[in-house]
């Protein structure tokens, strides 16, 4: 069985600050983790995704993720806010294709001015 | 498709009526997902198709849920005797084939739906 969890169900940046969303995981199997961007009114759109190999992984709008086993986390990062990055953003987990995908509760990130 | 399609994009209805939402899957994806997710929270899953069967039905709240894919593409969420709880967007997503796939999801937009 799979859970996750996300630490913050709000986080606040300023425009050109570091973003750090946090991401945590249960499973009993070798984990595929991924990150979901859900933008208003829209649905979710996949921002990148750890399946094996390389742990840091880098996906769209230039957030990157890394893959800590020890840690059981999958924390994502962008080194500089940009406004449009407002979103609710979602942590999954899976145990590889054919199980099921469990979603983290998600973390609202806002960009101030 | 060029992506998952869901329709109706909103439905309201009346507590204790029937309602059906319909998911188009992206063509050639044998695996077809449905989440229900609630304002504020993360998607809940409800089933799991591979194919034109359902290989994981645990997340069906109760059985006024049902959902089919006679064909193994289209899938039709069915809720009988709705009720006000059940409002939610209702999120359908495909996946590639086994051996093709690292089990990415695509996401629809979902259906909106409000019981009053």
């Known amino acids: 069985a799979q859970s996750v969890t996300q630490l913050g169900s709000h986080v606040s940046v300023s425009e050109g600050a570091l973003v750090l969303l946090r991401c945590n995981y249960s499973?009993?199997?070798?984990?595929?983790l991924f990150w979901y961007v859900q933008y208003p009114n829209q649905g979710l759109q996949l921002l990148l995704k750890y399946t094996t190999g390389a742990t840091l992984v880098k996906g769209i709008n230039g957030f990157e993720a890394e893959f800590k086993k020890s840690e059981t986390s999958f924390h994502l990062t962008k080194p500089s806010a940009h406004m449009s990055d407002a979103a609710e953003y979602f942590c999954a987990v899976s145990g590889g294709y054919g199980q099921n995908f469990v979603f983290g509760p998600g973390t609202r990130l806002s960009v101030l001015p | 498709g060029a992506g998952v399609s869901q329709t109706p994009s909103n439905k309201v209805t009346e507590k204790g009526k029937y309602v059906e939402l319909r998911c188009d899957p992206i063509?050639?994806?044998?695996?077809l997902y449905w989440y229900r997710q609630s304002l504020g929270q993360g998607p809940e899953f409800l089933i799991y198709f591979q194919g034109t069967g359902a290989a994981d039905d645990s997340g069906l709240p109760n059985d006024r849920f049902f959902a089919v894919r006679p064909e193994g593409s289209v899938s039709t969420l069915k809720i009988q005797r709705t009720e006000r709880g059940d409002s939610a967007v209702y999120l359908c997503a495909s996946s590639l084939g086994a051996g093709q796939s690292t089990g990415e999801l695509f996401f629809g937009e979902g259906s909106r739906l409000t019981v009053l």
């Open positions: 063509s050639g994806h044998t695996a």
């Open positions: 499973s009993s199997v070798p984990p595929y």
